[in-house]
């Protein structure tokens, strides 16, 4: 009798041990890669050929397992498939496999200076393969369009997360209001910034009459809160 696999999940064995060829179960592996990563651009392969599984006769299932934590969406990847007989499990084989993933990433089209305001014109979109690059590169426009470079981006470069930030409302030596408040009380004093920053970070201001240094909250360009 000749067993198919992966034809089916569970079959019925009628003899003293069945051949699982290490072939099929590579190409099973690539089936599950494929399946996993629906719709997505990517083309897995397998490192090492897999070397034919013998199992005893019963009720074969099988599962498959990842092993490790991957942190990224492509690259180096085990797979195990886990077989069972009768329900009990026999044998775990590992199946390492190297998963290239394409996706349109923004990368910088000239040198974009640091503190420079990003504009459309700054930027492309181009397909890059992914699965080497760190998890914060950018695929929307919308995510940096009007942000500030937060340190100079290279020609060609591919545009991070980390790259950019929102437009200070706030820089240092601006003049502000410093407001304490409570359920049944609020207090303002005159104060300085001593750094720069967006709307909600926490900044060092200096309260102009206690001379005094304190970390409040940016509400808007003229205040900041102190918790």
């Given amino acids: 009798m000749k067993i198919v696999f992966p034809a089916s999940q569970s079959t019925r064995i009628h003899r003293a041990a069945l051949k699982i060829p290490g072939k099929d179960i590579d190409e099973s592996v690539l089936n599950h890669i494929l399946d996993a990563y629906s719709g997505m651009d990517i083309k897995p392969r397998i490192l090492a050929k897999t070397r034919d599984v013998f199992l005893p006769?019963?009720?074969?299932?099988?599962?498959?397992?990842?092993?490790?934590?991957?942190?990224?969406?492509?690259?180096?990847?085990?797979?195990?498939?886990?077989?069972?007989?009768?329900?009990?499990?026999?044998?775990?084989?590992?199946?390492?496999?190297?998963?290239?993933?394409?996706?349109?990433?923004?990368?910088?089209?000239?040198?974009?200076?640091?503190?420079?305001?990003?504009?459309?014109?700054?930027?492309?979109?181009?397909?890059?393969?992914?699965?080497?690059?760190?998890?914060?590169?950018?695929?929307?426009?919308?995510?940096?369009?009007?942000?500030?470079?937060?340190?100079?981006?290279?020609?060609?470069?591919?545009?991070?997360?980390?790259?950019?930030?929102?437009?200070?409302?706030?820089?240092?030596?601006?003049?502000?209001?410093?407001?304490?408040?409570?359920?049944?009380?609020?207090?303002t004093a005159p104060g300085i910034s001593l750094q720069k920053g967006a709307l909600g970070d926490r900044i060092r201001v200096r309260n102009l009459q206690s001379k005094i240094l304190v970390y409040a909250t940016i509400e808007d360009r003229n205040h900041v809160q102190v918790n």
């Fill in 57 to 187: 006769r019963g009720e074969v299932s099988y599962r498959f397992l990842k092993k490790g934590r991957h942190l990224k969406e492509g690259g180096y990847q085990t797979f195990e498939i886990e077989f069972s007989v009768d329900g009990k499990s026999i044998r775990k084989v590992p199946v390492r496999t190297y998963i290239k993933l394409y996706k349109d990433v923004l990368i910088a089209k000239d040198t974009i200076k640091e503190d420079h305001i990003i504009r459309e014109a700054d930027i492309l979109k181009v397909r890059r393969n992914v699965d080497r690059m760190p998890s914060a590169y950018v695929t929307d426009e919308e995510d940096i369009l009007g942000k500030i470079a937060s340190r100079a981006i290279n020609p060609n470069e591919v545009i991070q997360e980390t790259n950019v930030s929102a437009v200070p409302v706030i820089k240092s030596g601006d003049r502000l209001m410093i407001v304490f408040e409570t359920q049944n009380l609020r207090l």
